[in-house]
């Protein structure tokens, strides 16, 4: 962890500090109190993290500044969720069994790190074990849906805080969780070693992907819906990343190179400067490595080794050539997507544009 006085040192010093030199790091707290678990993005430059503190972070990261700070939590935050407005709704899941719901707009002045975190507008009890899967909506705002340990799936209409249906499957220990936009039907993972998806509307599942070989650990879903990844728990190279075919159903490629379980996955966003007609897709892992692969013939295009960070739990992709991962020692890295040629052959890199 980072309790102790060297680990601290090593995090502080790759955090940004809005208003500070670099002499007074050792003078202030860390913006991230511990292991984050869990990160999303929301409008523009904003991310969002939650983990061990029981914190819920809102960070812009072209500014360097802290938006919110959200506390409530009793335990660590196993998933944050936002709908991406930059007037909305921030959500996070907890091993406590319950899901936090914060009210928030761009202040005028940002709250110094030292503040006491704002408390939640609102909870939502369903849930008998952890929380372990939110997914929002940028089109159905007035919805979130939820999963957990207790193999429950939740529809939360969030005007009126009431759980509208409920989607319960033995064995199905949710992992992760995306909403289908712009349907109203979410894609999730599981312990069962299935990726499902589940029709919102009539509180049913319409389609189960053949199982694989170890536990599910993260999905996503393309920007045309029609294509989806998903991670797996493992080591000694047996953890792979799958690339699936909504509408046949059928695992397209397999991605394999990490050494550890996959933790994280996300499409990326087409329109990389320079490279032409090359999906992109990107991985992160307990190795402490971030991959960004070539989508259709499976090539890993660049690793990224995050020194002294842990296992890495999460990477988005929060806009164009731009990747941003969640660590347990290192707090959060956002970086841009370089492309260059060298000797005849493109080469991809990754440059730090922020780290706190």
């Not at 952890?130 to 969030?158: E, F, I, N, Y």
Request: hydrophobic fraction near 35%; charge should be neutral.
């Amino acid at each position: 962890g980072i309790g102790s006085s060297k680990e601290r040192s090593r995090h502080n010093a790759s955090i940004n500090y809005a208003g500070w030199g670099s002499d007074a790091l050792d003078d202030v707290p860390s913006i991230l109190g511990g292991s984050v678990h869990s990160l999303c993005a929301g409008e523009q430059s904003i991310l969002v993290t939650g983990g061990e503190d029981q914190i819920v972070v809102v960070y812009d990261w072209t500014k360097h500044i802290v938006c919110a700070r959200l506390g409530g939590p009793q335990k660590c935050i196993t998933k944050v969720s936002c709908n991406g407005s930059g007037t909305g709704l921030v959500h996070a899941g907890s091993r406590d069994h319950i899901i936090y719901g914060w009210k928030w707009t761009r202040a005028a002045a940002p709250p110094s790190p030292l503040s006491n975190p704002t408390d939640p507008s609102y909870v939502l009890e369903a849930h008998s074990q952890a929380v372990t899967g939110l997914a929002s909506s940028r089109v159905h705002r007035h919805c979130l849906c939820s999963g957990g340990r207790d193999t429950l799936l939740c529809l939360w209409d969030l005007p009126t805080k009431r759980c509208v249906a409920r989607m319960d499957m033995q064995r199905n220990l949710v992992t992760d969780m995306c909403w289908l936009d712009p349907e109203m039907a979410v894609l999730q993972s599981s312990e069962d070693l299935t990726l499902k998806v589940w029709d919102l509307r009539t509180a049913a599942m319409v389609q189960q992907f053949a199982p694989k070989l170890n536990i599910l650990t993260c999905c996503a879903v393309s920007q045309d819906g029609n294509y989806f990844l998903s991670g797996t728990s493992g080591c000694g190279g047996s953890s792979e990343l799958t690339l699936w075919d909504r509408r046949t159903g059928r695992t397209l490629r397999e991605y394999r190179g990490h050494s550890e379980g996959v933790q994280g996955c996300v499409f990326m966003d087409t329109s990389i400067r320079g490279t032409v007609n090359k999906e992109l897709v990107a991985s992160c892992s307990n190795d402490r490595t971030v991959r960004v692969w070539n989508r259709d013939d499976g090539a890993c295009l660049h690793t990224h080794h995050v020194d002294g960070a842990g296992p890495v739990t999460a990477v988005v992709s929060p806009s164009q050539d731009i990747l941003a991962c969640s660590t347990f020692y290192r707090g959060v890295h956002v970086w841009s997507l370089l492309l260059a040629e060298k000797e005849g052959k493109e080469q991809h890199s990754l440059s730090l544009r922020a780290s706190y």
